[in-house]
């Protein structure tokens, strides 16, 4: 155990890039996200289909596929990005590609009254989009955007394969050097858990913060708890 | 100020409305009643540019709603269009409030976004009319925690900050308790006799209609079967399909 001690800054340098994956991806997916959920709500086809295709694409194809594509085949063709920034984008992609689902199915959930009093005061389609279905649809959206970002946050440890000096890549390394098999892994599920766990609460909150109804607090509380199973912070 | 001149409608094999023609004056309060699915809500919905009419011309205030383009009617989208349709304002059964926005930023929404005006005058006017229709200690709540009554008061206040020369009621009252119709016909009474906005309303609310409107317009099958004088239409209907339908409201 006290090996493990002795490595502990190593693990910590590997937790700093983990998070940097999260944080860097989970940004840059909420912007894919939006762009390709809201060209696939477009009226006109041509402008839907290469959303549609990209969505499929990246939700219908192994991420660990996809990061050795970007990583070994896209050099071939003339692309050649770092090791960490390939992971940020491919994480980008694969969940944003998720999201994008979730950013369309909410916002094409609001009812057709909504758009009717939208004509009917004047207010044309991109204020329409921007400060009426958009806003309205973000309570929908915070719970299943929960599900990606911590997703997404597990996904990060797929990294490792493309020498990414991931949370991951350097509990291998240490249990490479020092043959603490269970209690490197036992360590590095618990740190995973624990982010896991404060990424349910960072959700929670915004929940919370962005109900268009703001319940009680022991509703809150309760809605809290029932909502844990269905997270899977653990899964 | 309206009309329809041989507008025609179908949805698939239900002809909603045939050959209408249909005028309106201006200041002009006319009811519109009769069965449900006889193409009264469907006149209202044309006008708001809603729904589009296969055949036929409907102009408010002498301007034309719709374009004909190949055989279709398009909706015209110039800027003459916006601004016919910014004459024309609307009230629905199912209130269509913004739920995010409280309910003076649910008024101040278009006259900022639309007409371009200031935060402070916008706050004022629907400060204005959220204390006439009775909502004056609800600015900030959210719809969610208004009732249906004080939802559609709000509903009414949001269109009238447009300040609209025809406005448009479709059966405001059906989805409420019937407790809080009267407050809401109350605002409707006010508005009626207080303005000369050209005021049109589809409703099942007999005695209201009789009250309010210089005409009632009895509609069945896609045509008007019978106009007139609210007393003459709910005295002495000359119509057997207005004395039925009447008889049928009426009596329970």
Redesign the interface.
């Known amino acids: 155990m006290s090996t493990i001690i002795d490595y502990a800054p190593r693990l910590w340098e590997g937790l700093v890039v983990t998070l940097q994956l999260l944080v860097l991806g989970s940004l840059l997916a909420l912007v894919i996200a939006f762009a390709a959920g809201l060209t696939r709500l477009s009226r006109h086809r041509l402008v839907r289909l290469p959303a549609a295709i990209f969505i499929e694409v990246f939700r219908g194809t192994s991420m660990i596929v996809q990061l050795f594509w970007f990583f070994y085949a896209l050099p071939f063709l003339g692309i050649e990005l770092p090791p960490f920034e390939t992971g940020v984008v491919v994480l980008a992609l694969n969940e944003g590609a998720y999201a994008a689902e979730i950013v369309r199915g909410a916002i094409k959930s609001r009812?057709a009254?909504?758009t009717?009093?939208c004509?009917?005061?004047?207010?044309?389609p991109a204020?329409r989009m921007r400060?009426?279905l958009i806003?309205?649809s973000?309570p929908a959206m915070l719970p299943p955007f929960g599900n990606v970002l911590v997703d997404l946050f597990k996904n990060t440890s797929l990294v490792a394969t493309i020498t990414v000096l991931d949370l991951t890549y350097m509990g291998l390394e240490v249990r490479t050097n020092t043959g603490e098999t269970t209690a490197i892994f036992a360590t590095l599920l618990v740190i995973y858990f624990v982010v896991s766990l404060l990424l349910w609460v960072l959700m929670n909150g915004l929940e919370r913060r962005f109900a268009?109804?703001r319940t009680k607090k022991s509703t809150r509380i309760k809605s809290w708890i029932l909502s844990q199973p269905r997270g899977g912070a653990g899964a | 100020m309206i009309s329809f001149d041989d507008v025609d409608k179908s949805w698939g094999p239900n002809h909603v409305l045939k050959k209408l023609n249909f005028h309106v004056k201006p200041a002009e309060k006319v009811s519109i009643i009769g069965p449900s699915g006889s193409g009264k809500t469907t006149i209202l919905r044309i006008l708001?540019?809603?729904e589009n009419p296969d055949e036929g011309i409907v102009t408010v205030d002498g301007d034309e709603l719709w374009n004909v383009e190949r055989g279709r009617r398009i909706r015209r989208e110039t800027t003459q269009m916006?601004l016919t349709?910014?004459k024309?304002?609307?009230v629905?059964q199912?209130f269509?409030?913004?739920?995010?926005l409280s309910a003076i930023q649910n008024v101040m929404?278009?006259p900022i976004?639309?007409l371009g005006m200031s935060k402070n005058e916008a706050h004022e006017r629907a400060k204005g009319l959220l204390d006439t229709v009775g909502l004056g200690e609800h600015l900030d709540h959210?719809p969610?925690?208004l009732s249906g009554g004080q939802q559609q008061r709000v509903a009414i206040a949001?269109?009238m900050a447009?300040r609209p020369k025809v406005m448009l009621f479709d059966e405001v009252t059906s989805a409420l308790d019937p407790e809080l119709v009267g407050d809401v016909l109350d605002v409707i009474r006010d508005l009626a006799t207080s303005t000369d906005m050209t005021m049109l309303l589809v409703t099942h609310e007999m005695r209201f209609a009789e009250e309010i409107s210089d005409r009632v317009v009895m509609f069945d099958g896609g045509v008007a079967v019978e106009q007139g004088p609210p007393q003459k239409i709910f005295q002495d209907p000359d119509n057997e399909r207005t004395r039925r339908f009447l008889k049928a409201v009426l009596e329970h």
């Open positions: 009812p009254g909504q009717e009093a004509i009917a005061l004047g207010i044309g204020k400060r009426i806003p309205q973000i268009i109804d | 708001m540019t809603l916006k349709r910014r024309i304002g609307m629905f199912q269509n409030l913004f739920p995010h929404e278009a976004q639309v959210k969610p925690k949001r269109a447009m």
